[in-house]
């Protein structure tokens, strides 16, 4: 793009401001803000702008009613999963990992999936879940390809991560990474925000970005492709998760549905998951900081929660859905934020107040779209404990804690004690679960 491509788009748009301190830029300063004009979409930028102006942040109308969540066992369990198995070993499953986020929260330099999560190995998130994907693909005899959604942030640095470790074992024509959207941040006036003089601030357009960059960046024929029919869709900070879980996906398939949510008892009336609601006669999610105190301590005669399972966004999708969803636009979440901005001498000032917006897609807003909907219960000690923060709750430390937990119970069930005082990993693709391990002919006995 030229200077003057770029001075006309920008006025047209009415972002003439971006160029301004044109002047004094050097020549690679220049450059790289001709590119950055060049991949902003002016259209999503118009979008934003309304929203902002309208102050219309997803607003959701109705009164929620806790929805049915089906949990397995027996008989379902086993139909479940082997209707889950054959759906794998038919090479219709693929992983959705959304792993663009900035994980601010934890502060770590880097893409969160690299952080070093294994208790005895120091082994990363992307670890963990690419060698359960190399486990069921040896097990089921099928590829299973993995979709990794990065951002422009952390985009070359996630690619080199699994090259340095040779794809953790999985073909490297079965890893497809792709960037989700960046959005450019908006003063209240709806004038883009520059965060240097020769930069316009960009954040990622959210877990929700994943369906347009799934069709943005061929995904979605790459699927089509490959006879991919089920999408299992999880997020890069539970190491925990069954990835591609048959029971899960086997229900999904039986119940012919377009959108599955893995939901949870929330631990106290006050946990940050979302809230699956039928709202409507659809179903929608709450989030929890749209949940009312009235809502978060209702109970039922049994002096349960009445909103009792939260959703910690592992959810399995039809492609066809996605493909419907990806010709629509999402709704928008608006957060205002801390932006870096350029003063009137051209230097950049941090804000000590918000001063600016960023703009949102939530995956979740595609369920009320979905015709046929599955709410399975799991049990979150085996399955979740997601690293968002440095400290305290839901941190390196408490999902180390846990990880090691449910190794110690496969070691049990397949009859070794672990002390506690030892610590305990186990990679997954040399067992997936108790059967494997037993399997494994590894005699593990606690010393005499
Ligand atoms: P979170 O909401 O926990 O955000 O993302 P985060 O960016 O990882 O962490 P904080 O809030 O800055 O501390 C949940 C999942 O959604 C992905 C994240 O990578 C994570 O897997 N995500 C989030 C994206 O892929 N893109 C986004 O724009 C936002």
Wanted: aromatic share 8%; hydrophobic share 40%; charged share 25%.
């Amino acid at each position: 793009m030229t200077f003057e491509e770029a001075r006309r788009v920008l006025e047209k748009n009415g972002q003439g401001h971006v160029l301004e301190h044109w002047k004094g830029l050097s020549a690679a300063e220049r450059k790289a803000l001709l590119t950055q004009v060049a991949g902003i979409d002016f259209k999503a930028v118009a979008r934003c702008a309304k929203v902002l102006g309208d102050n219309a942040s997803a607003v959701k109308r109705g009164k929620p009613t806790a929805p049915k969540v089906a949990s397995l066992s027996g008989a379902a369990r086993r139909r479940a999963v082997a209707a889950g198995e054959k759906e794998i070993a038919a090479g219709h499953v693929g992983v959705l990992l959304v792993a663009g986020g900035q994980g601010s929260r934890l502060g770590f330099d880097g893409p969160k999936g690299a952080y070093s999560i294994g208790p005895v190995t120091g082994a990363s998130l992307f670890f963990f879940h690419a060698r359960k994907i190399v486990a069921l693909s040896r097990r089921y005899g099928a590829r299973i390809p993995l979709y990794v959604m990065t951002s422009a942030v952390n985009h070359e640095a996630t690619v080199s991560h699994f090259r340095e470790h040779g794809f953790f074992g999985l073909d490297e024509a079965d890893v497809v990474f792709f960037r989700q959207g960046v959005w450019p941040g908006m003063s209240d006036d709806g004038r883009i925000i520059l965060d240097a003089p020769g930069h316009v601030f960009m954040s990622p357009d959210g877990h929700g970005g994943l369906i347009s960059a799934l069709k943005v960046n061929g995904c979605l024929a790459d699927m089509r492709r490959r006879g991919v029919k089920t999408l299992f869709f999880f997020q890069v900070d539970n190491p925990l998760v069954e990835v591609a879980d048959p029971a899960f996906i086997g229900l999904h398939v039986l119940k012919g549905s377009e959108y599955s949510l893995k939901l949870c008892a929330k631990r106290d009336p006050h946990e940050g998951l979302g809230m699956v609601v039928r709202r409507g006669g659809r179903f929608d999610m709450v989030e929890y900081t749209e949940m009312t105190e009235e809502m978060n301590n209702r109970r039922t005669k049994d002096g349960e929660l009445y909103f009792k399972y939260g959703s910690p966004a592992i959810h399995v999708f039809d492609r066809a859905f996605l493909e419907r969803e990806a010709a629509k636009d999402m709704p928008l979440h608006l957060a205002h934020k801390k932006i870096p901005t350029v003063d009137a001498s051209g230097r950049t000032v941090k804000p000590s107040e918000p001063n600016g917006w960023k703009f949102e897609k939530f995956i979740f807003d595609a369920l009320p779209d979905a015709r046929r909907v599955v709410c399975l219960a799991f049990d979150r000690a085996d399955e979740f404990s997601p690293v968002k923060n440095a400290e305290g709750k839901d941190s390196p430390a408490t999902c180390r804690a846990d990880l090691q937990a449910k190794w110690r119970r496969l070691l049990a069930a397949a009859g070794v004690q672990v002390p506690e005082s030892m610590p305990v990993e186990i990679d997954p693709a040399y067992a997936l679960d108790a059967a494997d391990l037993a399997r494994t002919g590894l005699v593990l006995r606690p010393a005499k």
